[in-house]
């Protein structure tokens, strides 16, 4: 279930890392790497007056894990988008609300 | 108000289910059927190294409601989505503060 | 690093605005002007079983600056904005937590 809402990065450049990338998150989060959301969000960035590069960044979304996890979660991001030859990126969580969750119509709480 | 952020449903689908849909989710939360944005979301997914359908996933952003009424909303979205013969949908709320919206740079507070 | 998600307006129209805007901006936050990211998203709305336009809608994500800095900083967004002959316009904020904001794998807390 953790999504990572990706911008600024080319969907083949996300595929080229996905494999990698998603099994490490997997082990990080102890859960299995098909729970996993990799979306890339289109965008246009403007920035004085003219449309720029989107500058990378990710959004995670998910259920609260905890300062330790998130760390080691946002070390992993960057680590496999820095090897893309990417030199910046930002990551930033999110978290949802068991209670505000539906699967199938049914509540998570 | 509500707005449905939409990903994973193409929005010709969304089209045929709209109407009733907001009919029922008006009743739900006793507003007019007019302050409701369906909102496809452009977006690619990734999994397994390759570019995939995206999970048909519903983000509602709106003013908190309290669980009774955000149970019926998410069932209501539930049963129209998967009447378009889609089997699996998730469905997740977030909440908008009063003191951080602004209509035409009017404060909701 | 505030990020104004734009949806409904033309990226033309925001590369119209953005540097009166961002300078605006710039001063309200008492920060640099390359903080700021501006970015439209693209999505298509439906209403009524059609496509229709957009409504405009800016979503600003930042770390909490308080309801005076908010205030200003919605005026300025929606007065730039109406300077485009657009009438209408909700903007809403929502925070990023520091323990949750990574920049280069580094945590903001």
Redesign the interface.
């Known amino acids: ?1 953790p ?1 990572l809402l990706i ?1 600024g990065i080319k ?1 083949e450049d ?3 890392i ?2 990698p990338l ?1 099994e490490e998150l997997a082990e990080i989060c102890e859960c299995e ?2 729970n ?16 720029v590069e ?2 990378p ?1 990710i959004e995670v979304v998910w259920f609260e894990r905890g ?1 330790a996890v ?2 080691q979660f ?2 992993a991001v ?2 496999h988008v820095r090897a893309l030859d990417i030199p ?7 978290v ?2 068991e ?7 049914v ?1 998570c709480l």
Chains 1, 2, 3 share one sequence.
């Not at 910046?88 to 999110?94: D, G, I, P, S, W």
């Open positions: 279930m999504q911008r969907p996300v595929c080229e996905s494999k998603v790497t098909d996993f959301m990799l979306e890339c969000l289109h965008t246009t960035s403007i920035f004085d007056g003219k449309v989107t500058f960044f300062q998130r760390d946002a070390e960057t680590k910046e990126v930002e990551v930033a969580f999110r949802f609300r209670d505000s969750y539906y699967i199938n119509g509540c």
